[in-house]
């Protein structure tokens, strides 16, 4: 994907990763190019698809969902039909913040985050366990963030 970039293209994706909130003005600065050429080069990775958006990343701690949980989801049948019907179902839950298909022991692994035991176990059992096709789940509290949301590096 990185062959149809040139360095420039290269250079604001890697400040902009890193932050988001840059005026067009500073980013140009910092890629070497004109305001203009920038805007026209940002625009442009926006419209083709390589940055999918710019939002800010709260501290969860902050509002009140400072518990992070992992759950692995194994579901009772492996067919395209459950899987369809699992991943149409988890992207209504608005407390879901990744669900990804997995290899392995699992289905599919969940990125949750709650207020603490008490809220988790709550959606737990009047929420995920109700999902269609659900036959286990195993839970997984994060005792400690060590890398978070990292950048790519490309």
Do not use: W
Request: aromatic content about 8%.
């Amino acid at each position: 994907m990185t062959d149809e970039l040139d360095k420039i293209d290269l250079k604001i994706l890697r400040h902009l990763q890193r932050d988001g909130r840059l005026a067009n003005a500073d980013l140009a600065k910092l890629v070497d190019v004109s305001a203009a050429t920038c805007h026209r080069r940002t625009q442009r990775l926006f419209e083709e698809g390589y940055i999918r958006a710019v939002r800010a990343m709260l501290a969860p701690e902050r509002v009140r969902r400072g518990a992070l949980v992992m759950v692995g989801v194994v579901l009772d049948r492996s067919t395209p039909q459950s899987f369809a019907d699992f991943e149409a179902a988890i992207a209504k839950l608005p407390f879901i913040l990744d669900c990804h298909l997995v290899a392995g022991d699992f289905d599919y692994f969940l990125k949750i985050r709650v207020r603490d035991m008490v809220d988790f176990n709550r959606l737990h059992g009047s929420q995920l366990i109700a999902l269609p096709g659900v036959r286990q789940t195993r839970t997984f509290f994060v005792m400690k963030e060590v890398v978070d949301n990292a950048v790519l590096d490309f």
